[in-house]
């Protein structure tokens, strides 16, 4: 195959495959990342070795090629630790490729903090990890470069060291002498934009990793936060309207008889239940039968899953639904919105909107198990008692985290807050929201917090220990 004619391969071209480059052949053995008709990331062999390829084509091809090969040479001009550049070239009928080392064993920095991410915040292991890329960010500021596009998995540990990756997300200032500190202080804003908000505190005490390699600039932590939020921000929003287009990350399909929503990598695993997901919720073990939703347990080879479909129970309900966004795209937006904002949930899957000529009928959202005990099984033996300290500290944090990202859950009974995985998890989304108006937050969230306390009798010891210890939230107006 030519290299041209690969823009035409589509999302997961066929493997293994061989493309001509130049006067060599270059065989594909793994797609790492793929951006259709423009991007190919690949695993393959050339002249014998294994490399990894970056090729280039479509349109847009000469930009992106001059964008990698500029960032590769800028990394390996100011000696910092970056893959070898083996080959590279341009044609312009074809499209470009760079060659680059393969790190065999290479792990990416994400990968580890996964590892670790549900541990205490800040815990020694999560130290660990957020420490050594914040001095290699330091290592690369010193040098007068920043990567436009950074974040953990652009990190690679390799045989005991860290590796850059990514030329094309790396710019220069002035290279060889220190990054200004405004474009520090954006950089670092958008590293720490992409951790989980409960680390906030922590921040401080990070940057003394990156401050041991670079202390050019004195790094003002209100003005460190306010530009992290503000990234955190535009990071969700952005974010929010990915999870329903078609992207690397997601499959989306529309027509007059609905839309499917589904994460890319869940897709094959999903295709029998995204065609008849009605099927499937008949065969499915019932966890609420109601004439509004249906939500059942479906076991799977190797995955268990939860369907929730939302019924129309006559034509007066379909009135009130059929021009209104679903209930299922609602709790999808929102799944994905506690997501990023580090509140657990069940991970959400796929999204299914019946249509008949464009107007919404029944709709289903697909989410992981939450195999997890529900908070009124959980402290049902400790009502005049106290429950294990680290349970009562979980649920403070989670209170913590609606009241700083300002979210009600809507219907906050003891059945929809699970225990798993050493933490609460919210479940049933349905009415959850993300408040702008700080007045209409503090109504919503002092209605969740009596609707958990009810789950109690006032006069039992549990109920007066948590109405002690859960926080209040009443935000001030100018919050």
């Known amino acids: 195959m030519k290299l041209e004619q690969l823009r035409l391969a589509g999302r997961t ?86 060659l680059f080392e393969f790190l065999d064993g290479a792990n990416s920095l994400n990968d580890a903090w996964l590892g670790v991410a549900r541990q205490v915040p800040l815990s020694d292991a999560q ?28 990190l690679m540990r390799h045989d005991q060291r860290l590796y850059l990756i990514d030329g094309g997300g790396i710019r220069a200032e002035k290279p060889g002498q220190p990054l200004s500190r405004e474009r520090v202080l954006e950089n670092l804003a958008l590293f720490f934009a992409q951790l989980p908000a ?26 460190l936060l306010e530009k992290m939020r503000a990234a955190r921000y535009r990071r969700l929003t952005g974010y929010l309207k990915k999870i329903v287009r078609d992207c690397t990350e997601f499959s989306v399909r529309r027509d007059d008889n609905g839309l499917i929503a589904v994460r890319r990598e869940r897709e094959v695993q999903l295709q029998a239940v995204l065609r008849d997901p009605d099927d499937w919720v008949a065969r499915g073990s019932a966890l609420k039968q109601g004439g509004s939703a249906t939500v059942v347990r479906v076991d799977l080879p190797g995955q268990t899953l939860v369907i929730k479909r939302y019924n ?7 009135l009130k639904r ?52 529900d908070i009124i099984a959980r402290f049902a033996p400790y009502v005049d008692g106290t429950p294990p300290e680290a349970e ?42 993300q408040h702008r108006n700080v007045a209409r937050f503090n109504q919503a969230f002092a209605k969740d917090r009596d609707r958990l306390l009810r789950n109690w009798p006032v006069d039992s010891a549990l109920y007066r220990l948590l109405d002690q210890r859960l926080p209040k939230g009443s935000l001030k107006q100018d919050a």
């Open 13 to 98: 071209p066929a493997l293994p495959m061989r493309i001509a480059l130049g006067a060599d052949e270059l065989l594909v053995e793994q797609w790492l990342r793929v951006l259709p008709g423009q991007r190919y990331v690949a695993r393959a062999q050339w002249r014998g070795s294994s490399v990894l390829a970056k090729l280039l084509v479509g349109d847009r091809a000469r930009r992106h090629f001059d964008r990698e090969l500029a960032g590769a040479q800028l990394l390996a001009a100011q000696q910092l630790t970056t893959p070898v550049l083996l080959e590279k070239s341009f044609d312009e009928g074809d499209g470009g490729w760079l």
């Open 127 to 154: 130290q660990a990890v957020l420490g050594s890329a914040l001095a290699e960010i330091a290592h690369l500021h010193a040098k007068g470069l920043w990567q436009s596009d950074l974040h953990l998995g652009n």
């Open 198 to 223: 409960m680390l906030e505190p922590f921040i401080e005490e990070l940057l003394v990793h990156y401050l041991l390699v670079n202390n050019s600039h004195a790094l003002p932590l209100e003005a």
């Open 312 to 318: 129309i129970k006559g034509v007066a309900h379909w």
């Open 322 to 373: 059929f021009w209104r966004p679903s209930r299922a795209w609602h709790s999808w937006i929102e799944a994905h919105r506690l997501e990023v904002l580090g509140i657990a949930t069940p991970q959400p899957l796929a999204m299914i909107e019946v249509r008949r000529l464009g107007l919404r009928g029944r709709s289903y959202l697909i989410t992981d198990y939450a195999n997890g005990q």
């Open 392 to 433: 009562l500290l979980a649920l403070e944090q989670l209170f913590a985290a609606l009241i700083r990202e300002r979210i009600s859950h809507g219907d906050l009974k003891g059945t929809n807050m699970l225990w798993r995985d050493g933490g609460w998890a919210l479940i049933d989304l349905d009415a959850l929201q």
